[in-house]
């Protein structure tokens, strides 16, 4: 059984950081390439980071500079530190398996003053 479980996520002030993790079983996670998406209220969902196996990472316009991406093939989890939040940072959160398609339950980041 495949599961993803974000965790990490919460109220910060805008300025502020936060860290989420997404720990993964049930697949060989050191061959999967991992994503972060976000959806805000009204919004369509949008890809925020990506990273391969081997560590190679993409981000969207929007965080980069902001946003990193890493992953720890050893703890099978996959990390999204995100530094210098504002408000339309708010969204749930949700890590993603590329190309399989597995989804987490997401994880709530609110940024508000």
């Known amino acids: 059984q495949v599961q993803l479980v974000e965790s990490g996520g919460g109220l910060v002030q805008p300025g502020g950081s936060l860290r989420l993790s997404c720990a993964a079983s049930?697949?060989?996670?050191?061959?999967?390439?991992m994503g972060w998406y976000r959806q805000a209220p009204g919004k369509q969902r949008e890809l925020v980071a990506t990273?391969?196996?081997?560590?190679?990472?993409t981000y969207s316009d929007s965080v980069q500079g902001r946003f990193t991406i890493s992953r720890d093939n050893a703890k099978n989890t996959v990390y999204l530190q995100m530094n210098s939040l504002k408000h339309e940072d708010t969204a749930v959160y949700s890590c993603?398996?590329?190309?399989?398609?597995?989804w987490g339950r997401g994880a709530q980041v609110t940024v508000s003053s």
């Open positions: 993603h398996t590329q190309f399989a398609d597995y």
């Open positions: 049930g697949i060989v996670f050191s061959t999967y390439a």
């Open positions: 990273i391969n196996g081997g560590g190679s990472a």
